[in-house]
């Protein structure tokens, strides 16, 4: 069984930063899929960003503002917000996926608040 936890989310006036962690409770490889999804409230889960080994894919609405990265010797995955807009304001939820675990995994979500 594999564990995500998220964290870093809040509230944040819109122009704010915010850095989300996701941190996976055993070791992860740099050919594991890692994402950062949000669903906002009356909304589909959309895929704002992955990474996989170097390639990282980004929503158009977060190209420019956000980065997704990792540290695999923490078995962390980052999501920096930079510039946030109100309309970013959703449950942020982290997922890894991938043969060497077996499979899919969710985190909690956490909250990010952008006040306009």
């Known amino acids: 069984q594999v564990q995500l936890v998220e964290s870093g989310g809040g509230l944040v006036q819109a122009g704010g930063s915010l850095r989300l962690s996701c941190v996976v409770s055993?070791?992860?490889?740099?050919?594991?899929?890692m994402g950062w999804y949000r669903q906002a409230p009356g909304k589909q889960r959309e895929l704002v960003a992955s990474?996989?080994?170097?390639?990282?894919n980004y929503a158009d609405s977060v190209k420019g503002r956000f980065t997704i990265s990792r540290d695999n010797t923490k078995n962390t995955v980052y999501l920096q917000m930079n510039s946030l807009k109100p309309e970013d304001t959703a449950v942020y939820y982290c997922?890894?996926?991938?043969?060497?675990?077996?499979?899919?995994?969710w985190g909690q979500g956490t909250q990010v608040t952008v006040s306009s």
């Open positions: 055993r070791s992860i490889f740099s050919n594991i899929y």
């Open positions: 997922n890894a996926a991938g043969s060497a675990i077996s499979g899919s995994y």
């Open positions: 990474i996989t080994g170097g390639r990282t």
